[in-house]
């Protein structure tokens, strides 16, 4: 405990002064070559309170000529920029001398470094605090001569912003734009509860700034190891929390800002500290033990400071990790009513409509007593998320079609999950034993109860873990894991049946809301699916053969024709013929691994109309798929076997459809899986703003895992899409990754037929062009379900001087990203305008889907790529381009035997002499460059680099090098790739983007290889 004396917490605290602190603008120098990306480094306040003028200092990066300033989200907040520099507007200086000249703290203006906003504060507080006797008049213009001083004398960015009393409560984000263009964002929060500006020197307890609860403190920690301190007066048994917004403001901040908060008693005894809560910011929960004075103070706690250590610092009798449950509900014409069996005295918010429905919810949290709330859902709105707003904060809220019901309650356990352990108790004690001993360090093998893995995958897992050379693993040592891990997932499986007996039935489709009431919580859910269709019985021949990865492409006579009479000639001058089964997966072909194998399976699919159907896949290795002899799905892969590792659209015709399934097989076992149908299962929380970091698990009534998956579809969201083979009974399993729980940990789980679907992001949210210039914009699929056709990519509202190149996010194994450029006219008008980047398919049976692009910024930690969503992207030119990369090329053809050299040429603009790194970016897999970086000398400004095919004749299924980009490549859209020209993180892209596709060997010609007569 930390103890010190605050003596003067015994005198009349209003007449203590707050003297006044420093705030210092960074300079960053840059080099001659093309200038870094503008940025907003930090906003001082980061906040203002409804229908106040509040008055921020702009930190930041390469803001030279900032003339405008853009305000992103709701409305409600206009702004005027003051650009730093000029000359004093000494109007009202002649009121300031007479009034205030011989004030200690308003002495002059060149003497203290304070932003406008604390100017204004410091006069405020003269007259109410010290009873200067100024009048209204007279204050207003000593704050607009102050203002207009500390404008020029800090040479920094300003600006004022006007928030309206009525603008919606919430975050915007701001931008700069100036002579380089459009800055990065930063977080700008409209709040109702009262501000408060923090005024140095208040880094000890004797000068501390008095405060009143509630109160919202905009401050900052300056370098030079500052202390911020506060003082107020509590009354016993207040439970008060103060909580700190900092990292969240600005991840970015966590280099060089880890703030640290601390609760003082009058006599100086600390009473409570926190170094972090939400992830880096502090929180503190206390209840007072007497009616006194108390102080806080926050620091860094590596005793720093930055000028970009902004927070924001609210402090009262106030809630926190607030929630409003459940999290869904169904529009009028979806389904049925939501309700959490409450009947509440009153409701807040506006009369009912007509035709809404009403969602009866709760909004909790700690220092919360439950409030009863009603949502309103009216049949003009459209699902999705909406956000609801509250006195308690802002709520997204899931809107659905089909019906919501809500968690009966907490997990009823097993009548006695001791008895149970004691029945299912695992046996295999010394297996135990060498796998804690060998396996407990390793992340991915750390035990089989944190991971809900079936007992195949874990056996592959460990298979591969132990082949690793620092895996000091033995044969014998090996197989003896794999026994206890088995054992221990039947086990668990067992368990989970003996659950699955007591759970919630959730009817499907439908959705539920959930939550994750206390740590350790599991929370089960049965699901009936009343459809379950597994393709079959297959007629089956193989093998044929598949030397060199040729199988793919060789046209076999199945191809041709199709005679169950008929014997042919298979691998290796084998007679093989067609056979009848009724075996799936790796027993579809033969129930022993063969290598380098290609084989057919035919089915027959009635339907009683024309229809799509959705078919998931799973194939080890390459797969295609004809249905009616038209071709309809292809992909070269080498991969393990798991299901719906592909969910495509299955056209079919009314009558008899003839379905065909050829497989080729590098190395081991093989084989296939085709279910028709199939379910999305979506746990939301991190779209709620829950804590909650959900792992979801698909079990079928044995208890048995059949998929899982933690985080995809965003952080803390969870994703299965999965093909039910037969109906039946099933169940999901929900739990928190950390194990951790409380009342907020809420979540809503959505139970849905798979529709085809994709989604994409984009980098960077702020392209600033040089006149003549080009910039790379890169698209990243997130993810993609029940199409295979490419995605197209454009961009839309462009500046007509802007031409955006042709792309498209293509549909070969393992490509994820498209990529855009930008190119601006020498010409062009130096203008930012708002743009969208839109991917659309068109599928084979006609259906368009179009997705908008979820702006990203990126930004480096630790030489570490981290992400943050923003909410557009602002495409801006600027002056000409200190360099201008262009290529002598605009389409070529990669082959197996041909390298090909792509002439570079580099125009230097205002004499830039640097040494120039040149890369490719977007190249596929297979195509590579002669040499990964070409330095270009200063002097020089004409370069050729040479791209060559990569080849991979390698490896096995287990370890995925077995790779030809040549073989099966059937493109109908070019891959698009730039060469990039940097000096460290500034990068200029070359223009025009070059086309690129990959080719057959120049011997080839264009017929299909015929084998297998």
């Not at 803001?63 to 109007?91: F, K, R, S």
């Not at 135990?432 to 750390?446: D, P, Q, V």
Request: hydrophobic share 35%.
């Amino acid at each position: 405990m930390r103890t010190s004396t605050f003596p003067f917490l015994t005198h009349n605290l209003p007449s203590y002064c707050i003297p006044f602190f420093a705030l210092l603008f960074l300079s960053i120098a840059m080099p001659t070559f093309a200038q870094g990306v503008p940025r907003l480094n930090s906003l001082f306040p980061a906040g203002g309170q409804l229908g106040t003028i509040i008055e921020i200092a702009i930190q930041g990066s390469d803001l030279e000529g900032a003339h405008t300033l853009i305000i992103e989200g709701e409305p409600g907040i206009t702004a005027q920029l003051y650009p730093g520099g000029g000359a004093v507007d000494n109007t009202y200086k002649p009121v300031f001398e007479a009034n205030c000249g011989q004030c200690h703290e308003l002495r002059s203006p060149n003497n203290r470094s304070m932003t406008p906003a604390q100017w204004e504060t410091t006069v405020r507080r003269m007259v109410t605090e010290k009873g200067a006797e100024i009048n209204a008049e007279a204050q207003s213009q000593i704050i607009a001569y102050l203002t207009s001083a500390a404008r020029v004398s800090s040479g920094g960015l300003t600006a004022a912003l006007s928030i309206a009393s009525d603008a919606p409560i919430g975050m915007r984000e701001i931008r700069v734009v100036g002579k380089h263009g459009t800055t990065t964002a930063w977080p700008f929060e409209v709040s109702q509860i009262p501000d408060v500006l923090e005024t140095e020197s208040n880094n000890t307890p004797e000068t501390a700034t008095i405060i009143e609860l509630p109160s919202l403190i905009n401050g900052l920690i300056n370098p030079g190891g500052d202390e911020d301190y506060y003082v107020f007066e509590g009354a016993k048994g207040q439970r008060c929390i103060f909580s700190v917004n900092a990292y969240r403001l600005n991840n970015i901040s966590q280099q060089f800002f880890n703030p640290t908060l601390s609760l003082f008693d009058a006599k100086g005894v600390e009473l409570a500290r926190s170094n972090g809560f939400y992830s880096l910011d502090p929180l503190l929960d206390v209840t007072l033990p007497t009616d006194a004075f108390y102080v806080l103070r926050i620091r860094d706690l590596l005793h720093r400071g930055n000028p970009d250590s902004v927070y924001r610092l609210t402090g009262g009798v106030l809630p926190y990790n607030t929630y409003l449950f459940p999290t869904g509900g169904t529009l009028p014409n979806g389904g049925r009513e939501v309700g959490t069996g409450l009947v509440p005295a009153h409701f807040y918010g506006p009369p009912t409509p007509p035709e809404a429905n009403i969602v009866q919810c709760v909004i909790g949290g700690e220092n919360l007593p439950q409030t009863e709330w009603q949502v309103e859902l009216t049949a003009d709105e459209h699902p999705g998320l909406k956000q609801i707003r509250t006195p308690y904060g802002i709520f997204p809220f899931i809107v659905n079609t089909h019906s919501e019901v809500v968690e009966e309650g907490l997990v009823v356990q097993s009548a006695s999950d001791e008895t149970v352990a004691q029945e299912i108790a695992p046996r295999f004690t010394e297996s135990e034993i060498l796998f804690g001993a060998k396996c407990s360090a390793c992340h991915e093998l750390r035990s089989p109860s944190n991971r809900a893995l079936s007992a195949e995958e874990w056996e592959r897992t460990i298979t591969r873990m132990s082949n690793k050379e620092n895996a000091d693993i033995t044969p014998t040592e090996r197989d003896r894991i794999i026994a206890f891990v088995a054992q221990e997932a039947q086990r668990l499986a067992e368990l989970d049946a003996r659950q699955l007996e007591h759970t919630q039935h959730l009817t499907t489709p439908g959705a539920l809301s959930g939550r994750i009431s206390e740590p350790g919580e599991v929370d089960y859910y049965r699901l009936t699916m009343s459809e379950g269709t597994s393709l079959g019985p297959w007629w089956v021949i193989s093998p044929f053969d598949n030397i060199d990865e040729q199988g793919f492409d060789t046209v076999y006579p199945p191809e041709i024709e199709i005679d169950f009479e008929k014997e042919y000639v298979g691998k290796e001058g084998r007679r093989i013929g067609w056979y009848k089964t009724d075996s799936r997966g790796e027993n579809v072909f033969s129930n022993v691994p063969e290598d380098d194998v290609t084989g057919y399976a035919l089915t027959y699919l009635e339907s009683d109309r024309d229809q799509n159907y959705l078919l998931s896949l799973g194939s080890d290795d390459t797969i295609k798929i004809w249905v009616n002899d038209e071709l309809v799905f292809s992909k070269y892969v080498h991969r393990p076997l798991r299901r719906a590792d592909d969910v495509i659209l299955l056209p079919v015709s009314k009558g008899r459809n003839k379905i065909l399934v050829k497989v080729t097989n590098g190395y081991g076992p093989w084989g296939f899986f085709a279910d028709i149908g199939g379910y999305s299962l979506t746990v939301s929380a991190e779209r709620l703003n829950s804590p909650l970091s959900p792992s979801l698990t698909l079990l079928n009534a044995r208890g048995e895992v059949l998929a899982n998956n933690a985080g995809v579809g965003g952080r803390r969201n969870a994703i299965i899409d999965y093909s039910f083979d037969e109906p039946g009974v099933y169940a999901v399993r929900i739990e928190d990754i950390a194990g951790n729980g409380g009342p907020g940990y809420v979540y809503h789980l959505d139970a849905r037929p798979t529709t085809p679907d994709f989604a994409i992001s984009v980098t960077p949210d702020n392209p600033n062009i040089g006149r003549g210039g080009t910039v790379l914009l890169e698209v990243t699929l997130q993810r993609r379900v029940g199409f295979t056709e490419p995605i197209r990519l454009s961009v839309e509202n462009l500046p007509s001087a802007i031409t955006a190149s042709e792309s498209a996010i293509l549909s070969g194994t393992g490509v994820t990203q498209g990529y855009i450029t930008l190119t601006a006219t020498p010409d062009a008008e130096l203008t930012h305008r708002v743009v969208q980047v839109v991917g659309a398919v068109t599928t084979a049976t006609g259906n368009q889907y179009r997705r908008t692009a979820i702006p990203v910024e990126v930004y480096r930690i630790q030489n570490n790529d981290q992400t943050v969503q923003r909410k557009n992207v602002v495409v801006s030119v600027t002056e000409t381009a200190s360099i201008i990369v262009s290529t002598g090329i605009e389409e070529v053809v990669v082959t197996p035997d041909t390298p090909i050299d792509i002439p570079v040429t580099i125009e230097r603009q205002s004499g830039n002499r640097q040494n120039l790194n040149l890369t490719a970016v977007g190249l596929p897999f297979g195509v590579r460059l002669q040499r990964r970086t070409t330095v270009l000398r200063k002097r020089a400004t004409e370069a050729v680099l040479t791209l060559m095919p990569n080849i991979i004749t390698t490896g096995t299924t287990s370890n995925q090098l077995r790779r030809n980009p040549f073989v099966g490549a059937q493109q109908t859209l070019p891959y698009t790739f730039v060469i990039n020209a940097s000096v460290g993180q500034r990068v200029v892209a070359s223009s025009p983007a070059i086309k690129l596709w990959l080719g057959r060997p120049e011997n080839s010609g264009q017929d299909a290889i015929l084998g297998g007569n």
